[in-house]
């Protein structure tokens, strides 16, 4: 390291390197002398041979091709290309020569390590290109070339064999197409390790086939030789089987007989077998000189006597396996025997099931298959038979003409009998046919805009009314009469009901007396039994009923209730004219009942247009503010509902809500309860009943003090999630049954919001569906969903109710409902509901959609198709049922507000009013004589008679007179009647032709019979289903005044620009056609209002049965107060059979009582007795027995002991008495008794009060 030795830089890490090198080098000079150019060219190249090594221990392969390529170190044959190649092996060769504690390389093994490397990539280079000519003599198919190539040295492939080149270019060359096959690539090579498993893969094959054929040699020959010994020897050693010693001989025989199967004659036959190798290479074995090849021998034909070596494995390996069964048999031979006989059990079952069901299956080819059979019997039969006709010909037609005949005659009089048998069915085809131009002509009548008068006169007839339509509409009379009845009575029960469980309720409470209630009770019965028979026995025929005089009067009563029926007007001003408590019992009574209750669709459409006045009067005079229809009452809203959830509608609401309501009652495990401080209150009892001690939690607690709880959160959240699935079930069934929702609701909606539109214009779209929807939801709908058993959604039976939970659920429901339809939020005290405000958001959007859907409906005419002219035409009068008492109190109120009502002198109301003159009483009404003036019960009798029901036939007072034919449309009937009879008698092509042709005696002739068909027709009528007097005249006119009738008619109506005598008067035809399509469409009507009425009287009469299980219910409760009281006091046994039995096996009697005349006055009992003065009352006895039955008893009379008289008492004749007012009675036609104070008595001595 010495400046002056001016050497190269050296690296002091390196000392013991430069020692040892330097020192080998002297020792290597002949004069053990290194000269100092010898030595700088020393010390610089083992100064890059140090740092290559530094660099190799920090295995930096960047740098290490650097210092390879440093001059310095003068590498011999260092190529740049292997550089990698040589920073690779010297790190290898450096990390090994570190692992044997050498710490650096030499030069000389560097260069030793880069000769190396060149020597492998060289010898690469050559494999890579032996490799090639191996893939290239492969490709050729020469197996000389393949094995050349094979054995070149630079290969450098193991175990070549040249025995084997054939099978090496098969293997290879299957390898090599596999690889292409897989790579998808023609192109693909061989690489040397697939060349090398090829070459090993083909010695192994050729090994293995060869002591195959030669183990294959010695069993044929030991076979040939019939020498068993060697033979499971040679299956263990040759063939490598497991044998079994035991099975030797049986491998020796199945062997030989497979041989044997297999030996034939063939002399030509050579030693050679073939083999094959993997399933597909050739291999053949000379058995003589024990050669094998892989080239099949010239001219030779391989051993076909000889067993092949995968026979012999077969037949040793099936031995074997019979062998190890029977073995196995053989340890299991119970248990096997017991499993064949399920099986075969089995077996025999299912072989007899698949037989017997085949039968079953096959049985139409089983018949077809004896069809064939007897089929080619009785084919071979006639063959046979055609065998002899043949050898008889000349006698066969003879015989032949003989059947012939007899065939003829026989097929005619079948014909004849046919249709005599088929007489119905042939009518039948005649009279389709006929019906078909039938329907033609009607399709003509109904389709064409002018069908022509021939037409028009096959459908005249239909015009007539037959027994079957007076039939039906004095079905549909009595029906609607049944319905209003029934309707009438049973409000009357329900009022009387409701107030039965007022009385009972205060009974309870002690608050008023039993007398009372049983005194309700009975009028309850009273009126039950008899279905107000006693009320309506005066008039149970209408008018018939009453006295000729009272029939004008009555009359005139018809007008007026005509009048108001037909002009909404009046009744709409008149509601308003009323204080509101008595216009709501004035609607509920007169104007329903003045409808029927709308019992069919001329009533129905009447009474919504006096709903629509009255509404359109209400909120032009009463509503200031639009909301004032929500937050007030009022009054046609709740008629309107009113009435829909009556008879009528109610089982429309029933259909609409039940099935759901009845599903969320049903469901037991529903617990909804939406008041944390409830849901509180019910988890700390069911804390305290879980642990049997006092909860320390207070009871009273506030809303927001119970929301702190977690549980009350959790118990409310799961209540919130039940009731929103429980609602979208409700808002289903709603939106669902839009169709089924009352027209009338709907309408009454649409005029509704079209008022409210009219006079509030700047509203909203959104402010008038909450209108609407508070009539059609909240109005209607939702009180039936929170008391179901109120308005008879569901049946409860009398006594029953419904549970507090199921109510408190459907209170929940409802709720959320009525804030949804209302688009209300949940806030202020509801904030712990607020979660479902977005669901009450989405809600609401379906309400308003379902509201706009509900208003849109048609208009009543169009609905029910009726207008101001279909009174004159149709076949009866309106017919209304209405009381004595409400035809007064009518009268009455029209009078009162006569001039708010009718404000014009000239209004017709004034003009009816003013002919039936001031109101009369009850008496007046009747006539004198209708009650006993005597009678002391007179005033309750005229209270029962003012309940009477009569039926009124409205007729209008302006009907049209002969003569007066200033009403165009009424001419226009009258004229159609006319020439419709005309066009019956009288045939032609049109109206003008038949009007100027004259009729002859035939015609004249039809038309008599007509007329006479028609009086008869007529004198059958009921009266009230008669037509006018001027139309009936007409009728019974000669064809030829008809003729001249109705051509004056004509011009008058042409004159009015009605019809036209240039189109032949066609309008007027057109009319009658018009007339005939609506008499059959009112036809049809009609049928479905008989039905419609029949199933409203159905549901009536269960709603009766339901008021009579609940009188009942009642009467049962009564009994049993009346036996309590009875029984107080009184000493009894009770056997063990339930009946009653007194001590000493006597019947319980009680005593009587007696009292002297004197001693009941002076309680004021009696007050008086006729003939008798009351210093001799002391000598009057009276004896008062109990009777056998609960309230009868005995009362005898005695004079100075002896029996005058004996009268029956009955407690609740004398409630009944009390209860109407009546404070006196007679006993005896002679005793003067007060009823109270004979109750007061009764009570206390034989009820203990």
Known sequence: MKPEAQLPVVHSFAAAVYQTELFNLQQQNAVNYLAHDELSIAVEMLSAVVLLNQTLENKDILMIKNHLRNPCLGFNNLEEENLQRYADTLLSIKSEASSQGQDYLSWNDIQNCIDMVNMQIQEENERIIAIGHINEAVDQGNPEKTLEALLLPTAKLQDVRPVNARHYQDVLHHAKAQKCKESQDESALLWLDEIQRGINDSNNNIKE?????????MINKSLEKGDSQPILMILQSRFGLRVIPECAEAYF???????????????????WIKLVMKAMYDYYYNVETEEGTCVAPKGVVPKTSW????????????????????????????????????ARGFLVRKNFQERKAYLQNQEPSAIKIQAFWKGFKQRKSYVDRLKVLQGNVAAIVKIQSWVKMWLARRAYRNRLQYFKDHNDQIVKIQAFLRANKAREDYRTLIGAENPPLTVLRKFAYLLDQSDLDFQEELEVMRLREEVVTKIRSNQQLEKDLNLMDIKIGLLVKNRITLQDVVLHSKKLNKKSKSQLEEMVMVDKQGIKGLSKERRKKLEAYQHLFYLLQTNPTYLAKLIFQMPQNKSTKFMDTVIFTLYNYASNQREEYLLLKLFKTALEEEINSKVDQIQDIVTGNPTVIKMVVSFNRGARGQNTLRQLLAPVVKEIMEDKSLIINTSPVDVYKAWVNQLEMQTGEASKLPYDVTTEQALTHAEVVNKLESSIQSLRA???????????SLNMMPYGMRYIAKVLKSSLHEKFPDATEDELLKIVGNLLYYRYMNPAIVAPDGFDIIDITAGGQIHPDQRRNLGCVAKVLQHAASNKLFEGESEHLSSMNTYLSQ?????????QAACDVPEPEEKFNIDEYSDMVTLSKPVIYISIEEIINTHSLLLEHQDAIATETNDLLNELLEGLGPVPDIESFLGEGAVDPNDPNRESTLNQLAKTEISLSLTSKYELREGEDQDLKSLMIKTKRLIVDVIRTQPGDTLLEILETPATAQQESENLKLVEKRAILDSKTPEKMKHSQSIFEDGQLPIEQKKRKIQRNLRTLEQAGLVSSATKYQEIINEIAKDIRNQRRYRHHRKAELVKLQQTLNALNSKTAFYEEQINYYNTYIKTC????????????????????????????????????ARLHEKGVILEIEDLQTNQFKNVMFDITPGEEVGDFEIKAKFLGVEMEKVQLHFQDLLQMQYEGVAVMKMFDKAKVNVNLLIFLLNKKFYGK
């Not at 429980?726 to 669902?736: G, H, N, P, Q, R």
Request: proline share 2%.
């Open 209 to 217: 086939a060869a002591a195959l054929a030669v183990g294959i040699s």
């Open 253 to 271: 025989r199945k062997l030989s007989e497979a041989k044997n199967m297999k030996t034939t004659e063939d002399s030509s036959e050579s030693p």
């Open 307 to 342: 067993l092949t070596g995968e026979e012999i494995q077969n037949i040793a390996g099936q031995v074997t396996a019979d062998y190890n069964r029977e073995q196995l048999w053989l340890a299991n031979e119970n248990l096997i025997v017991g499993l064949q006989a399920r």
């Open 726 to 736: 429980v609602t979208d079930k409700v808002l289903t069934s709603i939106f669902s």
């Open 843 to 851: 809600t609401y959007q379906k309400f308003r959609n379902f509201f």
């Open 1122 to 1157: 009346l036996d309590n009281l009875t029984r107080r006091n009184s000493r009894r046994s009770i056997k063990f059979d339930g009946k009653e039995e007194v001590k000493g096996s006597k019947k319980l009697k009680q005593t009587p009582l007696k009292y002297t005349a």
